[in-house]
């Protein structure tokens, strides 16, 4: 299994941004799937998360201006809608899935590559 993470880049303040994970590989149960992200100086936190069974949950510092949405039953994609961006949300995102990939694999954790995302005027 592996996650590509994609879609970061440089946003002025109140703009947005739709950043994407795109799992490949097969599975068999998937748990959650979602996005965290670190800014310079600060621990890794969670942005964003949607379960198996399309529960959601959003740290509070982001709720009402991100939504998080999977492209299609397969767990395929995962896609991070960004709106009125500000500078504190300016960190390297990394998408993760949480899920087990055959029946004889354990469950476990799945890491993209972090893409960066720059709120600056």
């Known amino acids: 299994v592996q996650l590509q993470a994609s879609g970061g880049g440089l946003v002025q303040p109140g703009g947005s941004l739709s950043l994407s994970c795109a799992r490949s590989?097969?599975?068999?149960?998937?748990?959650?799937m979602g996005w965290y992200r670190q800014a310079p100086g600060k621990q890794r936190e969670l942005v964003a998360t949607i379960s198996g069974a399309k529960t959601i949950t959003y740290a509070d510092s982001v709720k009402g201006r991100v939504a998080i949405f999977s492209g299609d039953n397969a767990w395929s994609t995962v896609t991070l809608q960004m709106n009125n961006l500000k500078p504190e949300d300016t960190a390297v995102y990394y998408c993760y899935a949480d899920l087990k990939a055959s029946r004889r694999d354990p469950r476990s954790t799945y890491w993209g590559k972090g893409t960066l995302v720059t709120v600056s005027s």
């Open positions: 590989g097969s599975i068999l149960s998937i748990y959650y």
